[in-house]
């Protein structure tokens, strides 16, 4: 029997044509930040956000080259890739932690303004072990013994739900785009009856070939730093001007967010 839930090859065009139609409301779903990371985590905390915005890929890819040309200025022409993670709390042993924190705390407040002109709104799914009756710890557990677990997949479900519920205010097609490897262009269908996106699709792409995407990771990780217990705790044990910034773009962004756990926005539309 054909697995409807597999991927398969999409061209690549094709995806950019439906995402450049007037008006069309794409949603630029982020990696999740916190599943990676729970061995030893007392308190675990979950949270994946979807950059909704009918800004077409074309204008995208323009700030995003602005932006890299801006950070090229400032003697940060050589590192790899983006990372909305990197600006905010580099890891040790990133790239972005040996960038100097000024130019990071500037190039942070580039990327906010970038996202705000793009991004009408910035649904967050967030979520606590509490809320999630143990999901979480017990998927730590599974990551500890380094098993598979059905927690993930059924984590999965509830976020394609609750973006679903969110689009049925919107009158015509989403399309839901993820990040893919650095070849794949891919759909898949997701759950048959969340019926409200793109042919009942999710759609991956190269993260570096859709700006949309790069400011959904950004966007995740200002969501991270400001609502999670760890990511509050990593900012302000770090260097004062990058938490400066990261105060600046939460006040920023506040206005803009839905919380797609609550059945009233905070934001948006």
Do not use: C
């Not at 973006?163 to 399309?175: K, Q």
């Not at 996106?197 to 759609?203: D, Q």
């Not at 990511?231 to 260097?239: C, H, K, L």
């Amino acid at each position: 029997m054909h697995d409807s839930r597999a991927p398969q090859s999409i061209d690549p065009e094709v995806l950019r044509a439906a995402l450049a139609e007037p008006e069309r409301l794409a949603l630029y779903l982020s990696r999740g930040l916190g599943l990676g990371d729970l061995r030893g985590v007392q308190q675990p905390e979950f949270v994946r956000v979807a950059v909704l915005t009918t800004v077409s890929p074309p204008l995208l890819q323009v700030e995003r080259a602005g932006w890299l040309a801006t950070a090229a200025g400032l003697g940060a022409e050589s590192l790899p890739r983006f990372e909305g993670l990197g600006l905010v709390a580099p890891p040790a042993g990133s790239a972005w932690a040996k960038v100097a924190t000024e130019t990071r705390a500037a190039l942070l407040r580039l990327a906010v303004g970038s996202l705000l002109a793009a991004a009408p709104e910035v649904a967050v799914f967030h979520i606590t072990d509490e809320f999630g009756a143990g999901m979480l710890l017990r998927l730590q557990s599974g990551l500890t013994a380094g098993e598979s677990r059905l927690d993930t997949r059924l984590l999965e479900h509830v976020v394609f739900a609750a973006l679903t519920y969110r689009l049925l205010v919107h009158s015509g097609e989403a399309v839901v785009v993820t990040p893919g490897d650095e070849a794949t262009w891919s759909s898949r269908q997701v759950f048959p009856e969340h019926a409200a996106v793109w042919r009942r699709a999710l759609v991956s792409g190269p993260d570096e070939a859709l700006a949309g995407l790069v400011l959904a990771e950004l966007a995740e990780a200002l969501v991270w730093a400001t609502t999670t217990r760890r990511g509050r705790a990593t900012v302000a044990a770090g260097p004062p001007a990058i938490a400066t910034a990261v105060a600046e773009a939460e006040t920023q962004l506040r206005p803009r967010l839905t919380n797609l756990l609550r059945e009233r926005a905070s934001g948006g539309n």
